[in-house]
Nanobody
Framework: QVQLVESGGGLVQPGGSLRLSCAASGFTLDDYYVGWFRQAPGKEREGVSCISSNGDSTYYADSVKGRFTISRDNAKNAVYLLMNSLKPEDTGVYYC???????????????????????WGKGTLVTVSS
C-alpha cells in the first residue's frame, strides 16, 4: 500500500520559516517526479513546487520563487520543502504527490496539470499569522 506522509507544518509568524517533509512507503520515489501542492482556504489547489527524479530539474510557482526550495533524498525515500520568508498568503494545506506516470515529462508540466500525481498524502497545515 502506497503511503505519503507529510510533516513539518504549523503556525509561524510572517517572515518565518518551515521545512516540510514527505516520507513515502510502499513506493520508491527514486525514478519519479514528486510535487508539493497547496490548497488555501476558499481556493483551488495549486502546484507549488515539483522536482525531477534526480533533483536536477525543478519548478516553482511564481508566488514562491526565491523563498521556497524543494529537495529530495532518495536514500531516505523522502522529499522536502524549505519555506523561508513566509507570508500570510502561504497559508494552506500542503500536500505531496507522486505516481508511476510521473516519469517522463517536466516539473512544470506535473505541477501545472497534476498529471501523473496518482498518490497523495493527507496534507500538513501551514498557518502564517502574527
Amino acid at each position: 500500500q502506497v503511503q505519503l506522509v507529510e510533516s513539518g507544518g504549523g503556525l509561524v509568524q510572517p517572515g518565518g520559516s518551515l521545512r516540510l517533509s514527505c516520507a513515502a512507503s510502499g513506493f520508491t520515489l527514486d525514478d519519479y517526479y514528486v510535487g508539493w501542492f497547496r490548497q488555501a482556504p476558499g481556493k483551488e489547489r495549486e502546484g507549488v513546487s515539483c522536482i525531477s527524479s534526480n533533483g536536477d530539474s525543478t519548478y516553482y510557482a511564481d508566488s514562491v520563487k526565491g523563498r521556497f526550495t524543494i529537495s529530495r533524498d532518495n536514500a531516505k525515500n523522502a522529499v522536502y520543502l524549505l519555506m523561508n520568508s513566509l507570508k500570510p498568503e502561504d497559508t494552506g494545506v500542503y500536500y505531496c504527490a507522486t505516481g508511476y506516470r510521473s516519469k517522463y515529462y517536466s516539473a512544470t508540466y506535473y505541477c501545472s496539470t497534476e498529471y501523473g500525481m496518482d498518490y497523495w498524502g493527507k496534507g500538513t497545515l501551514v498557518t502564517v499569522s502574527s
